[in-house]
Nanobody, 125 residues
């Protein structure tokens, strides 16, 4: 069964850090581009960061620049989202999504065809 499973979410105080994981099962992420999205209560889903199969990252959300980074470990078939200096506005369900994509740059989000179920991140004191 092809699936993505996010983990690492939880409750963190403002200014804290979390590292989310997106683990693939049933397929290899080697030839996939992977994006992280988030959806806050009452808001539309927002694409945050993407990483291509070559490791090139693209930032889509100005609000996370300098605080969030995306990385991948193909040996572990996992992509990570390191989140530092978290703010209450970062509270959301975080999802990862993937698509087979051979280019060195990330695709438009409309191409993503494998989605995880999400992990909740709550930033609150």
């Amino acid at each position: 069964q092809v699936q993505l499973v996010e983990s690492g979410g939880g409750l963190v105080q403002p200014g804290g850090s979390l590292k989310l994981s997106c683990a693939a099962s049933g397929f290899s992420l080697d030839d996939y581009a992977i994006s992280w999205f988030r959806q806050a209560p009452g808001k539309e889903r927002e694409e945050v960061l993407c990483i291509s199969r070559t490791g090139r990252s693209t930032n889509y959300a100005d609000s996370v620049k300098g605080r969030f980074t995306i990385s991948r470990n193909n040996a572990k078939n996992t992509v990570y989202l390191q989140m530092n200096n978290l703010k209450p506005d970062d509270t959301a369900v975080y999802y990862c999504a993937a698509v087979t994509w051979y280019a060195s740059v990330c695709p438009s989000s409309g191409y993503l065809d494998v989605w995880g179920q999400g992990t909740l991140v709550t930033v609150s004191s």
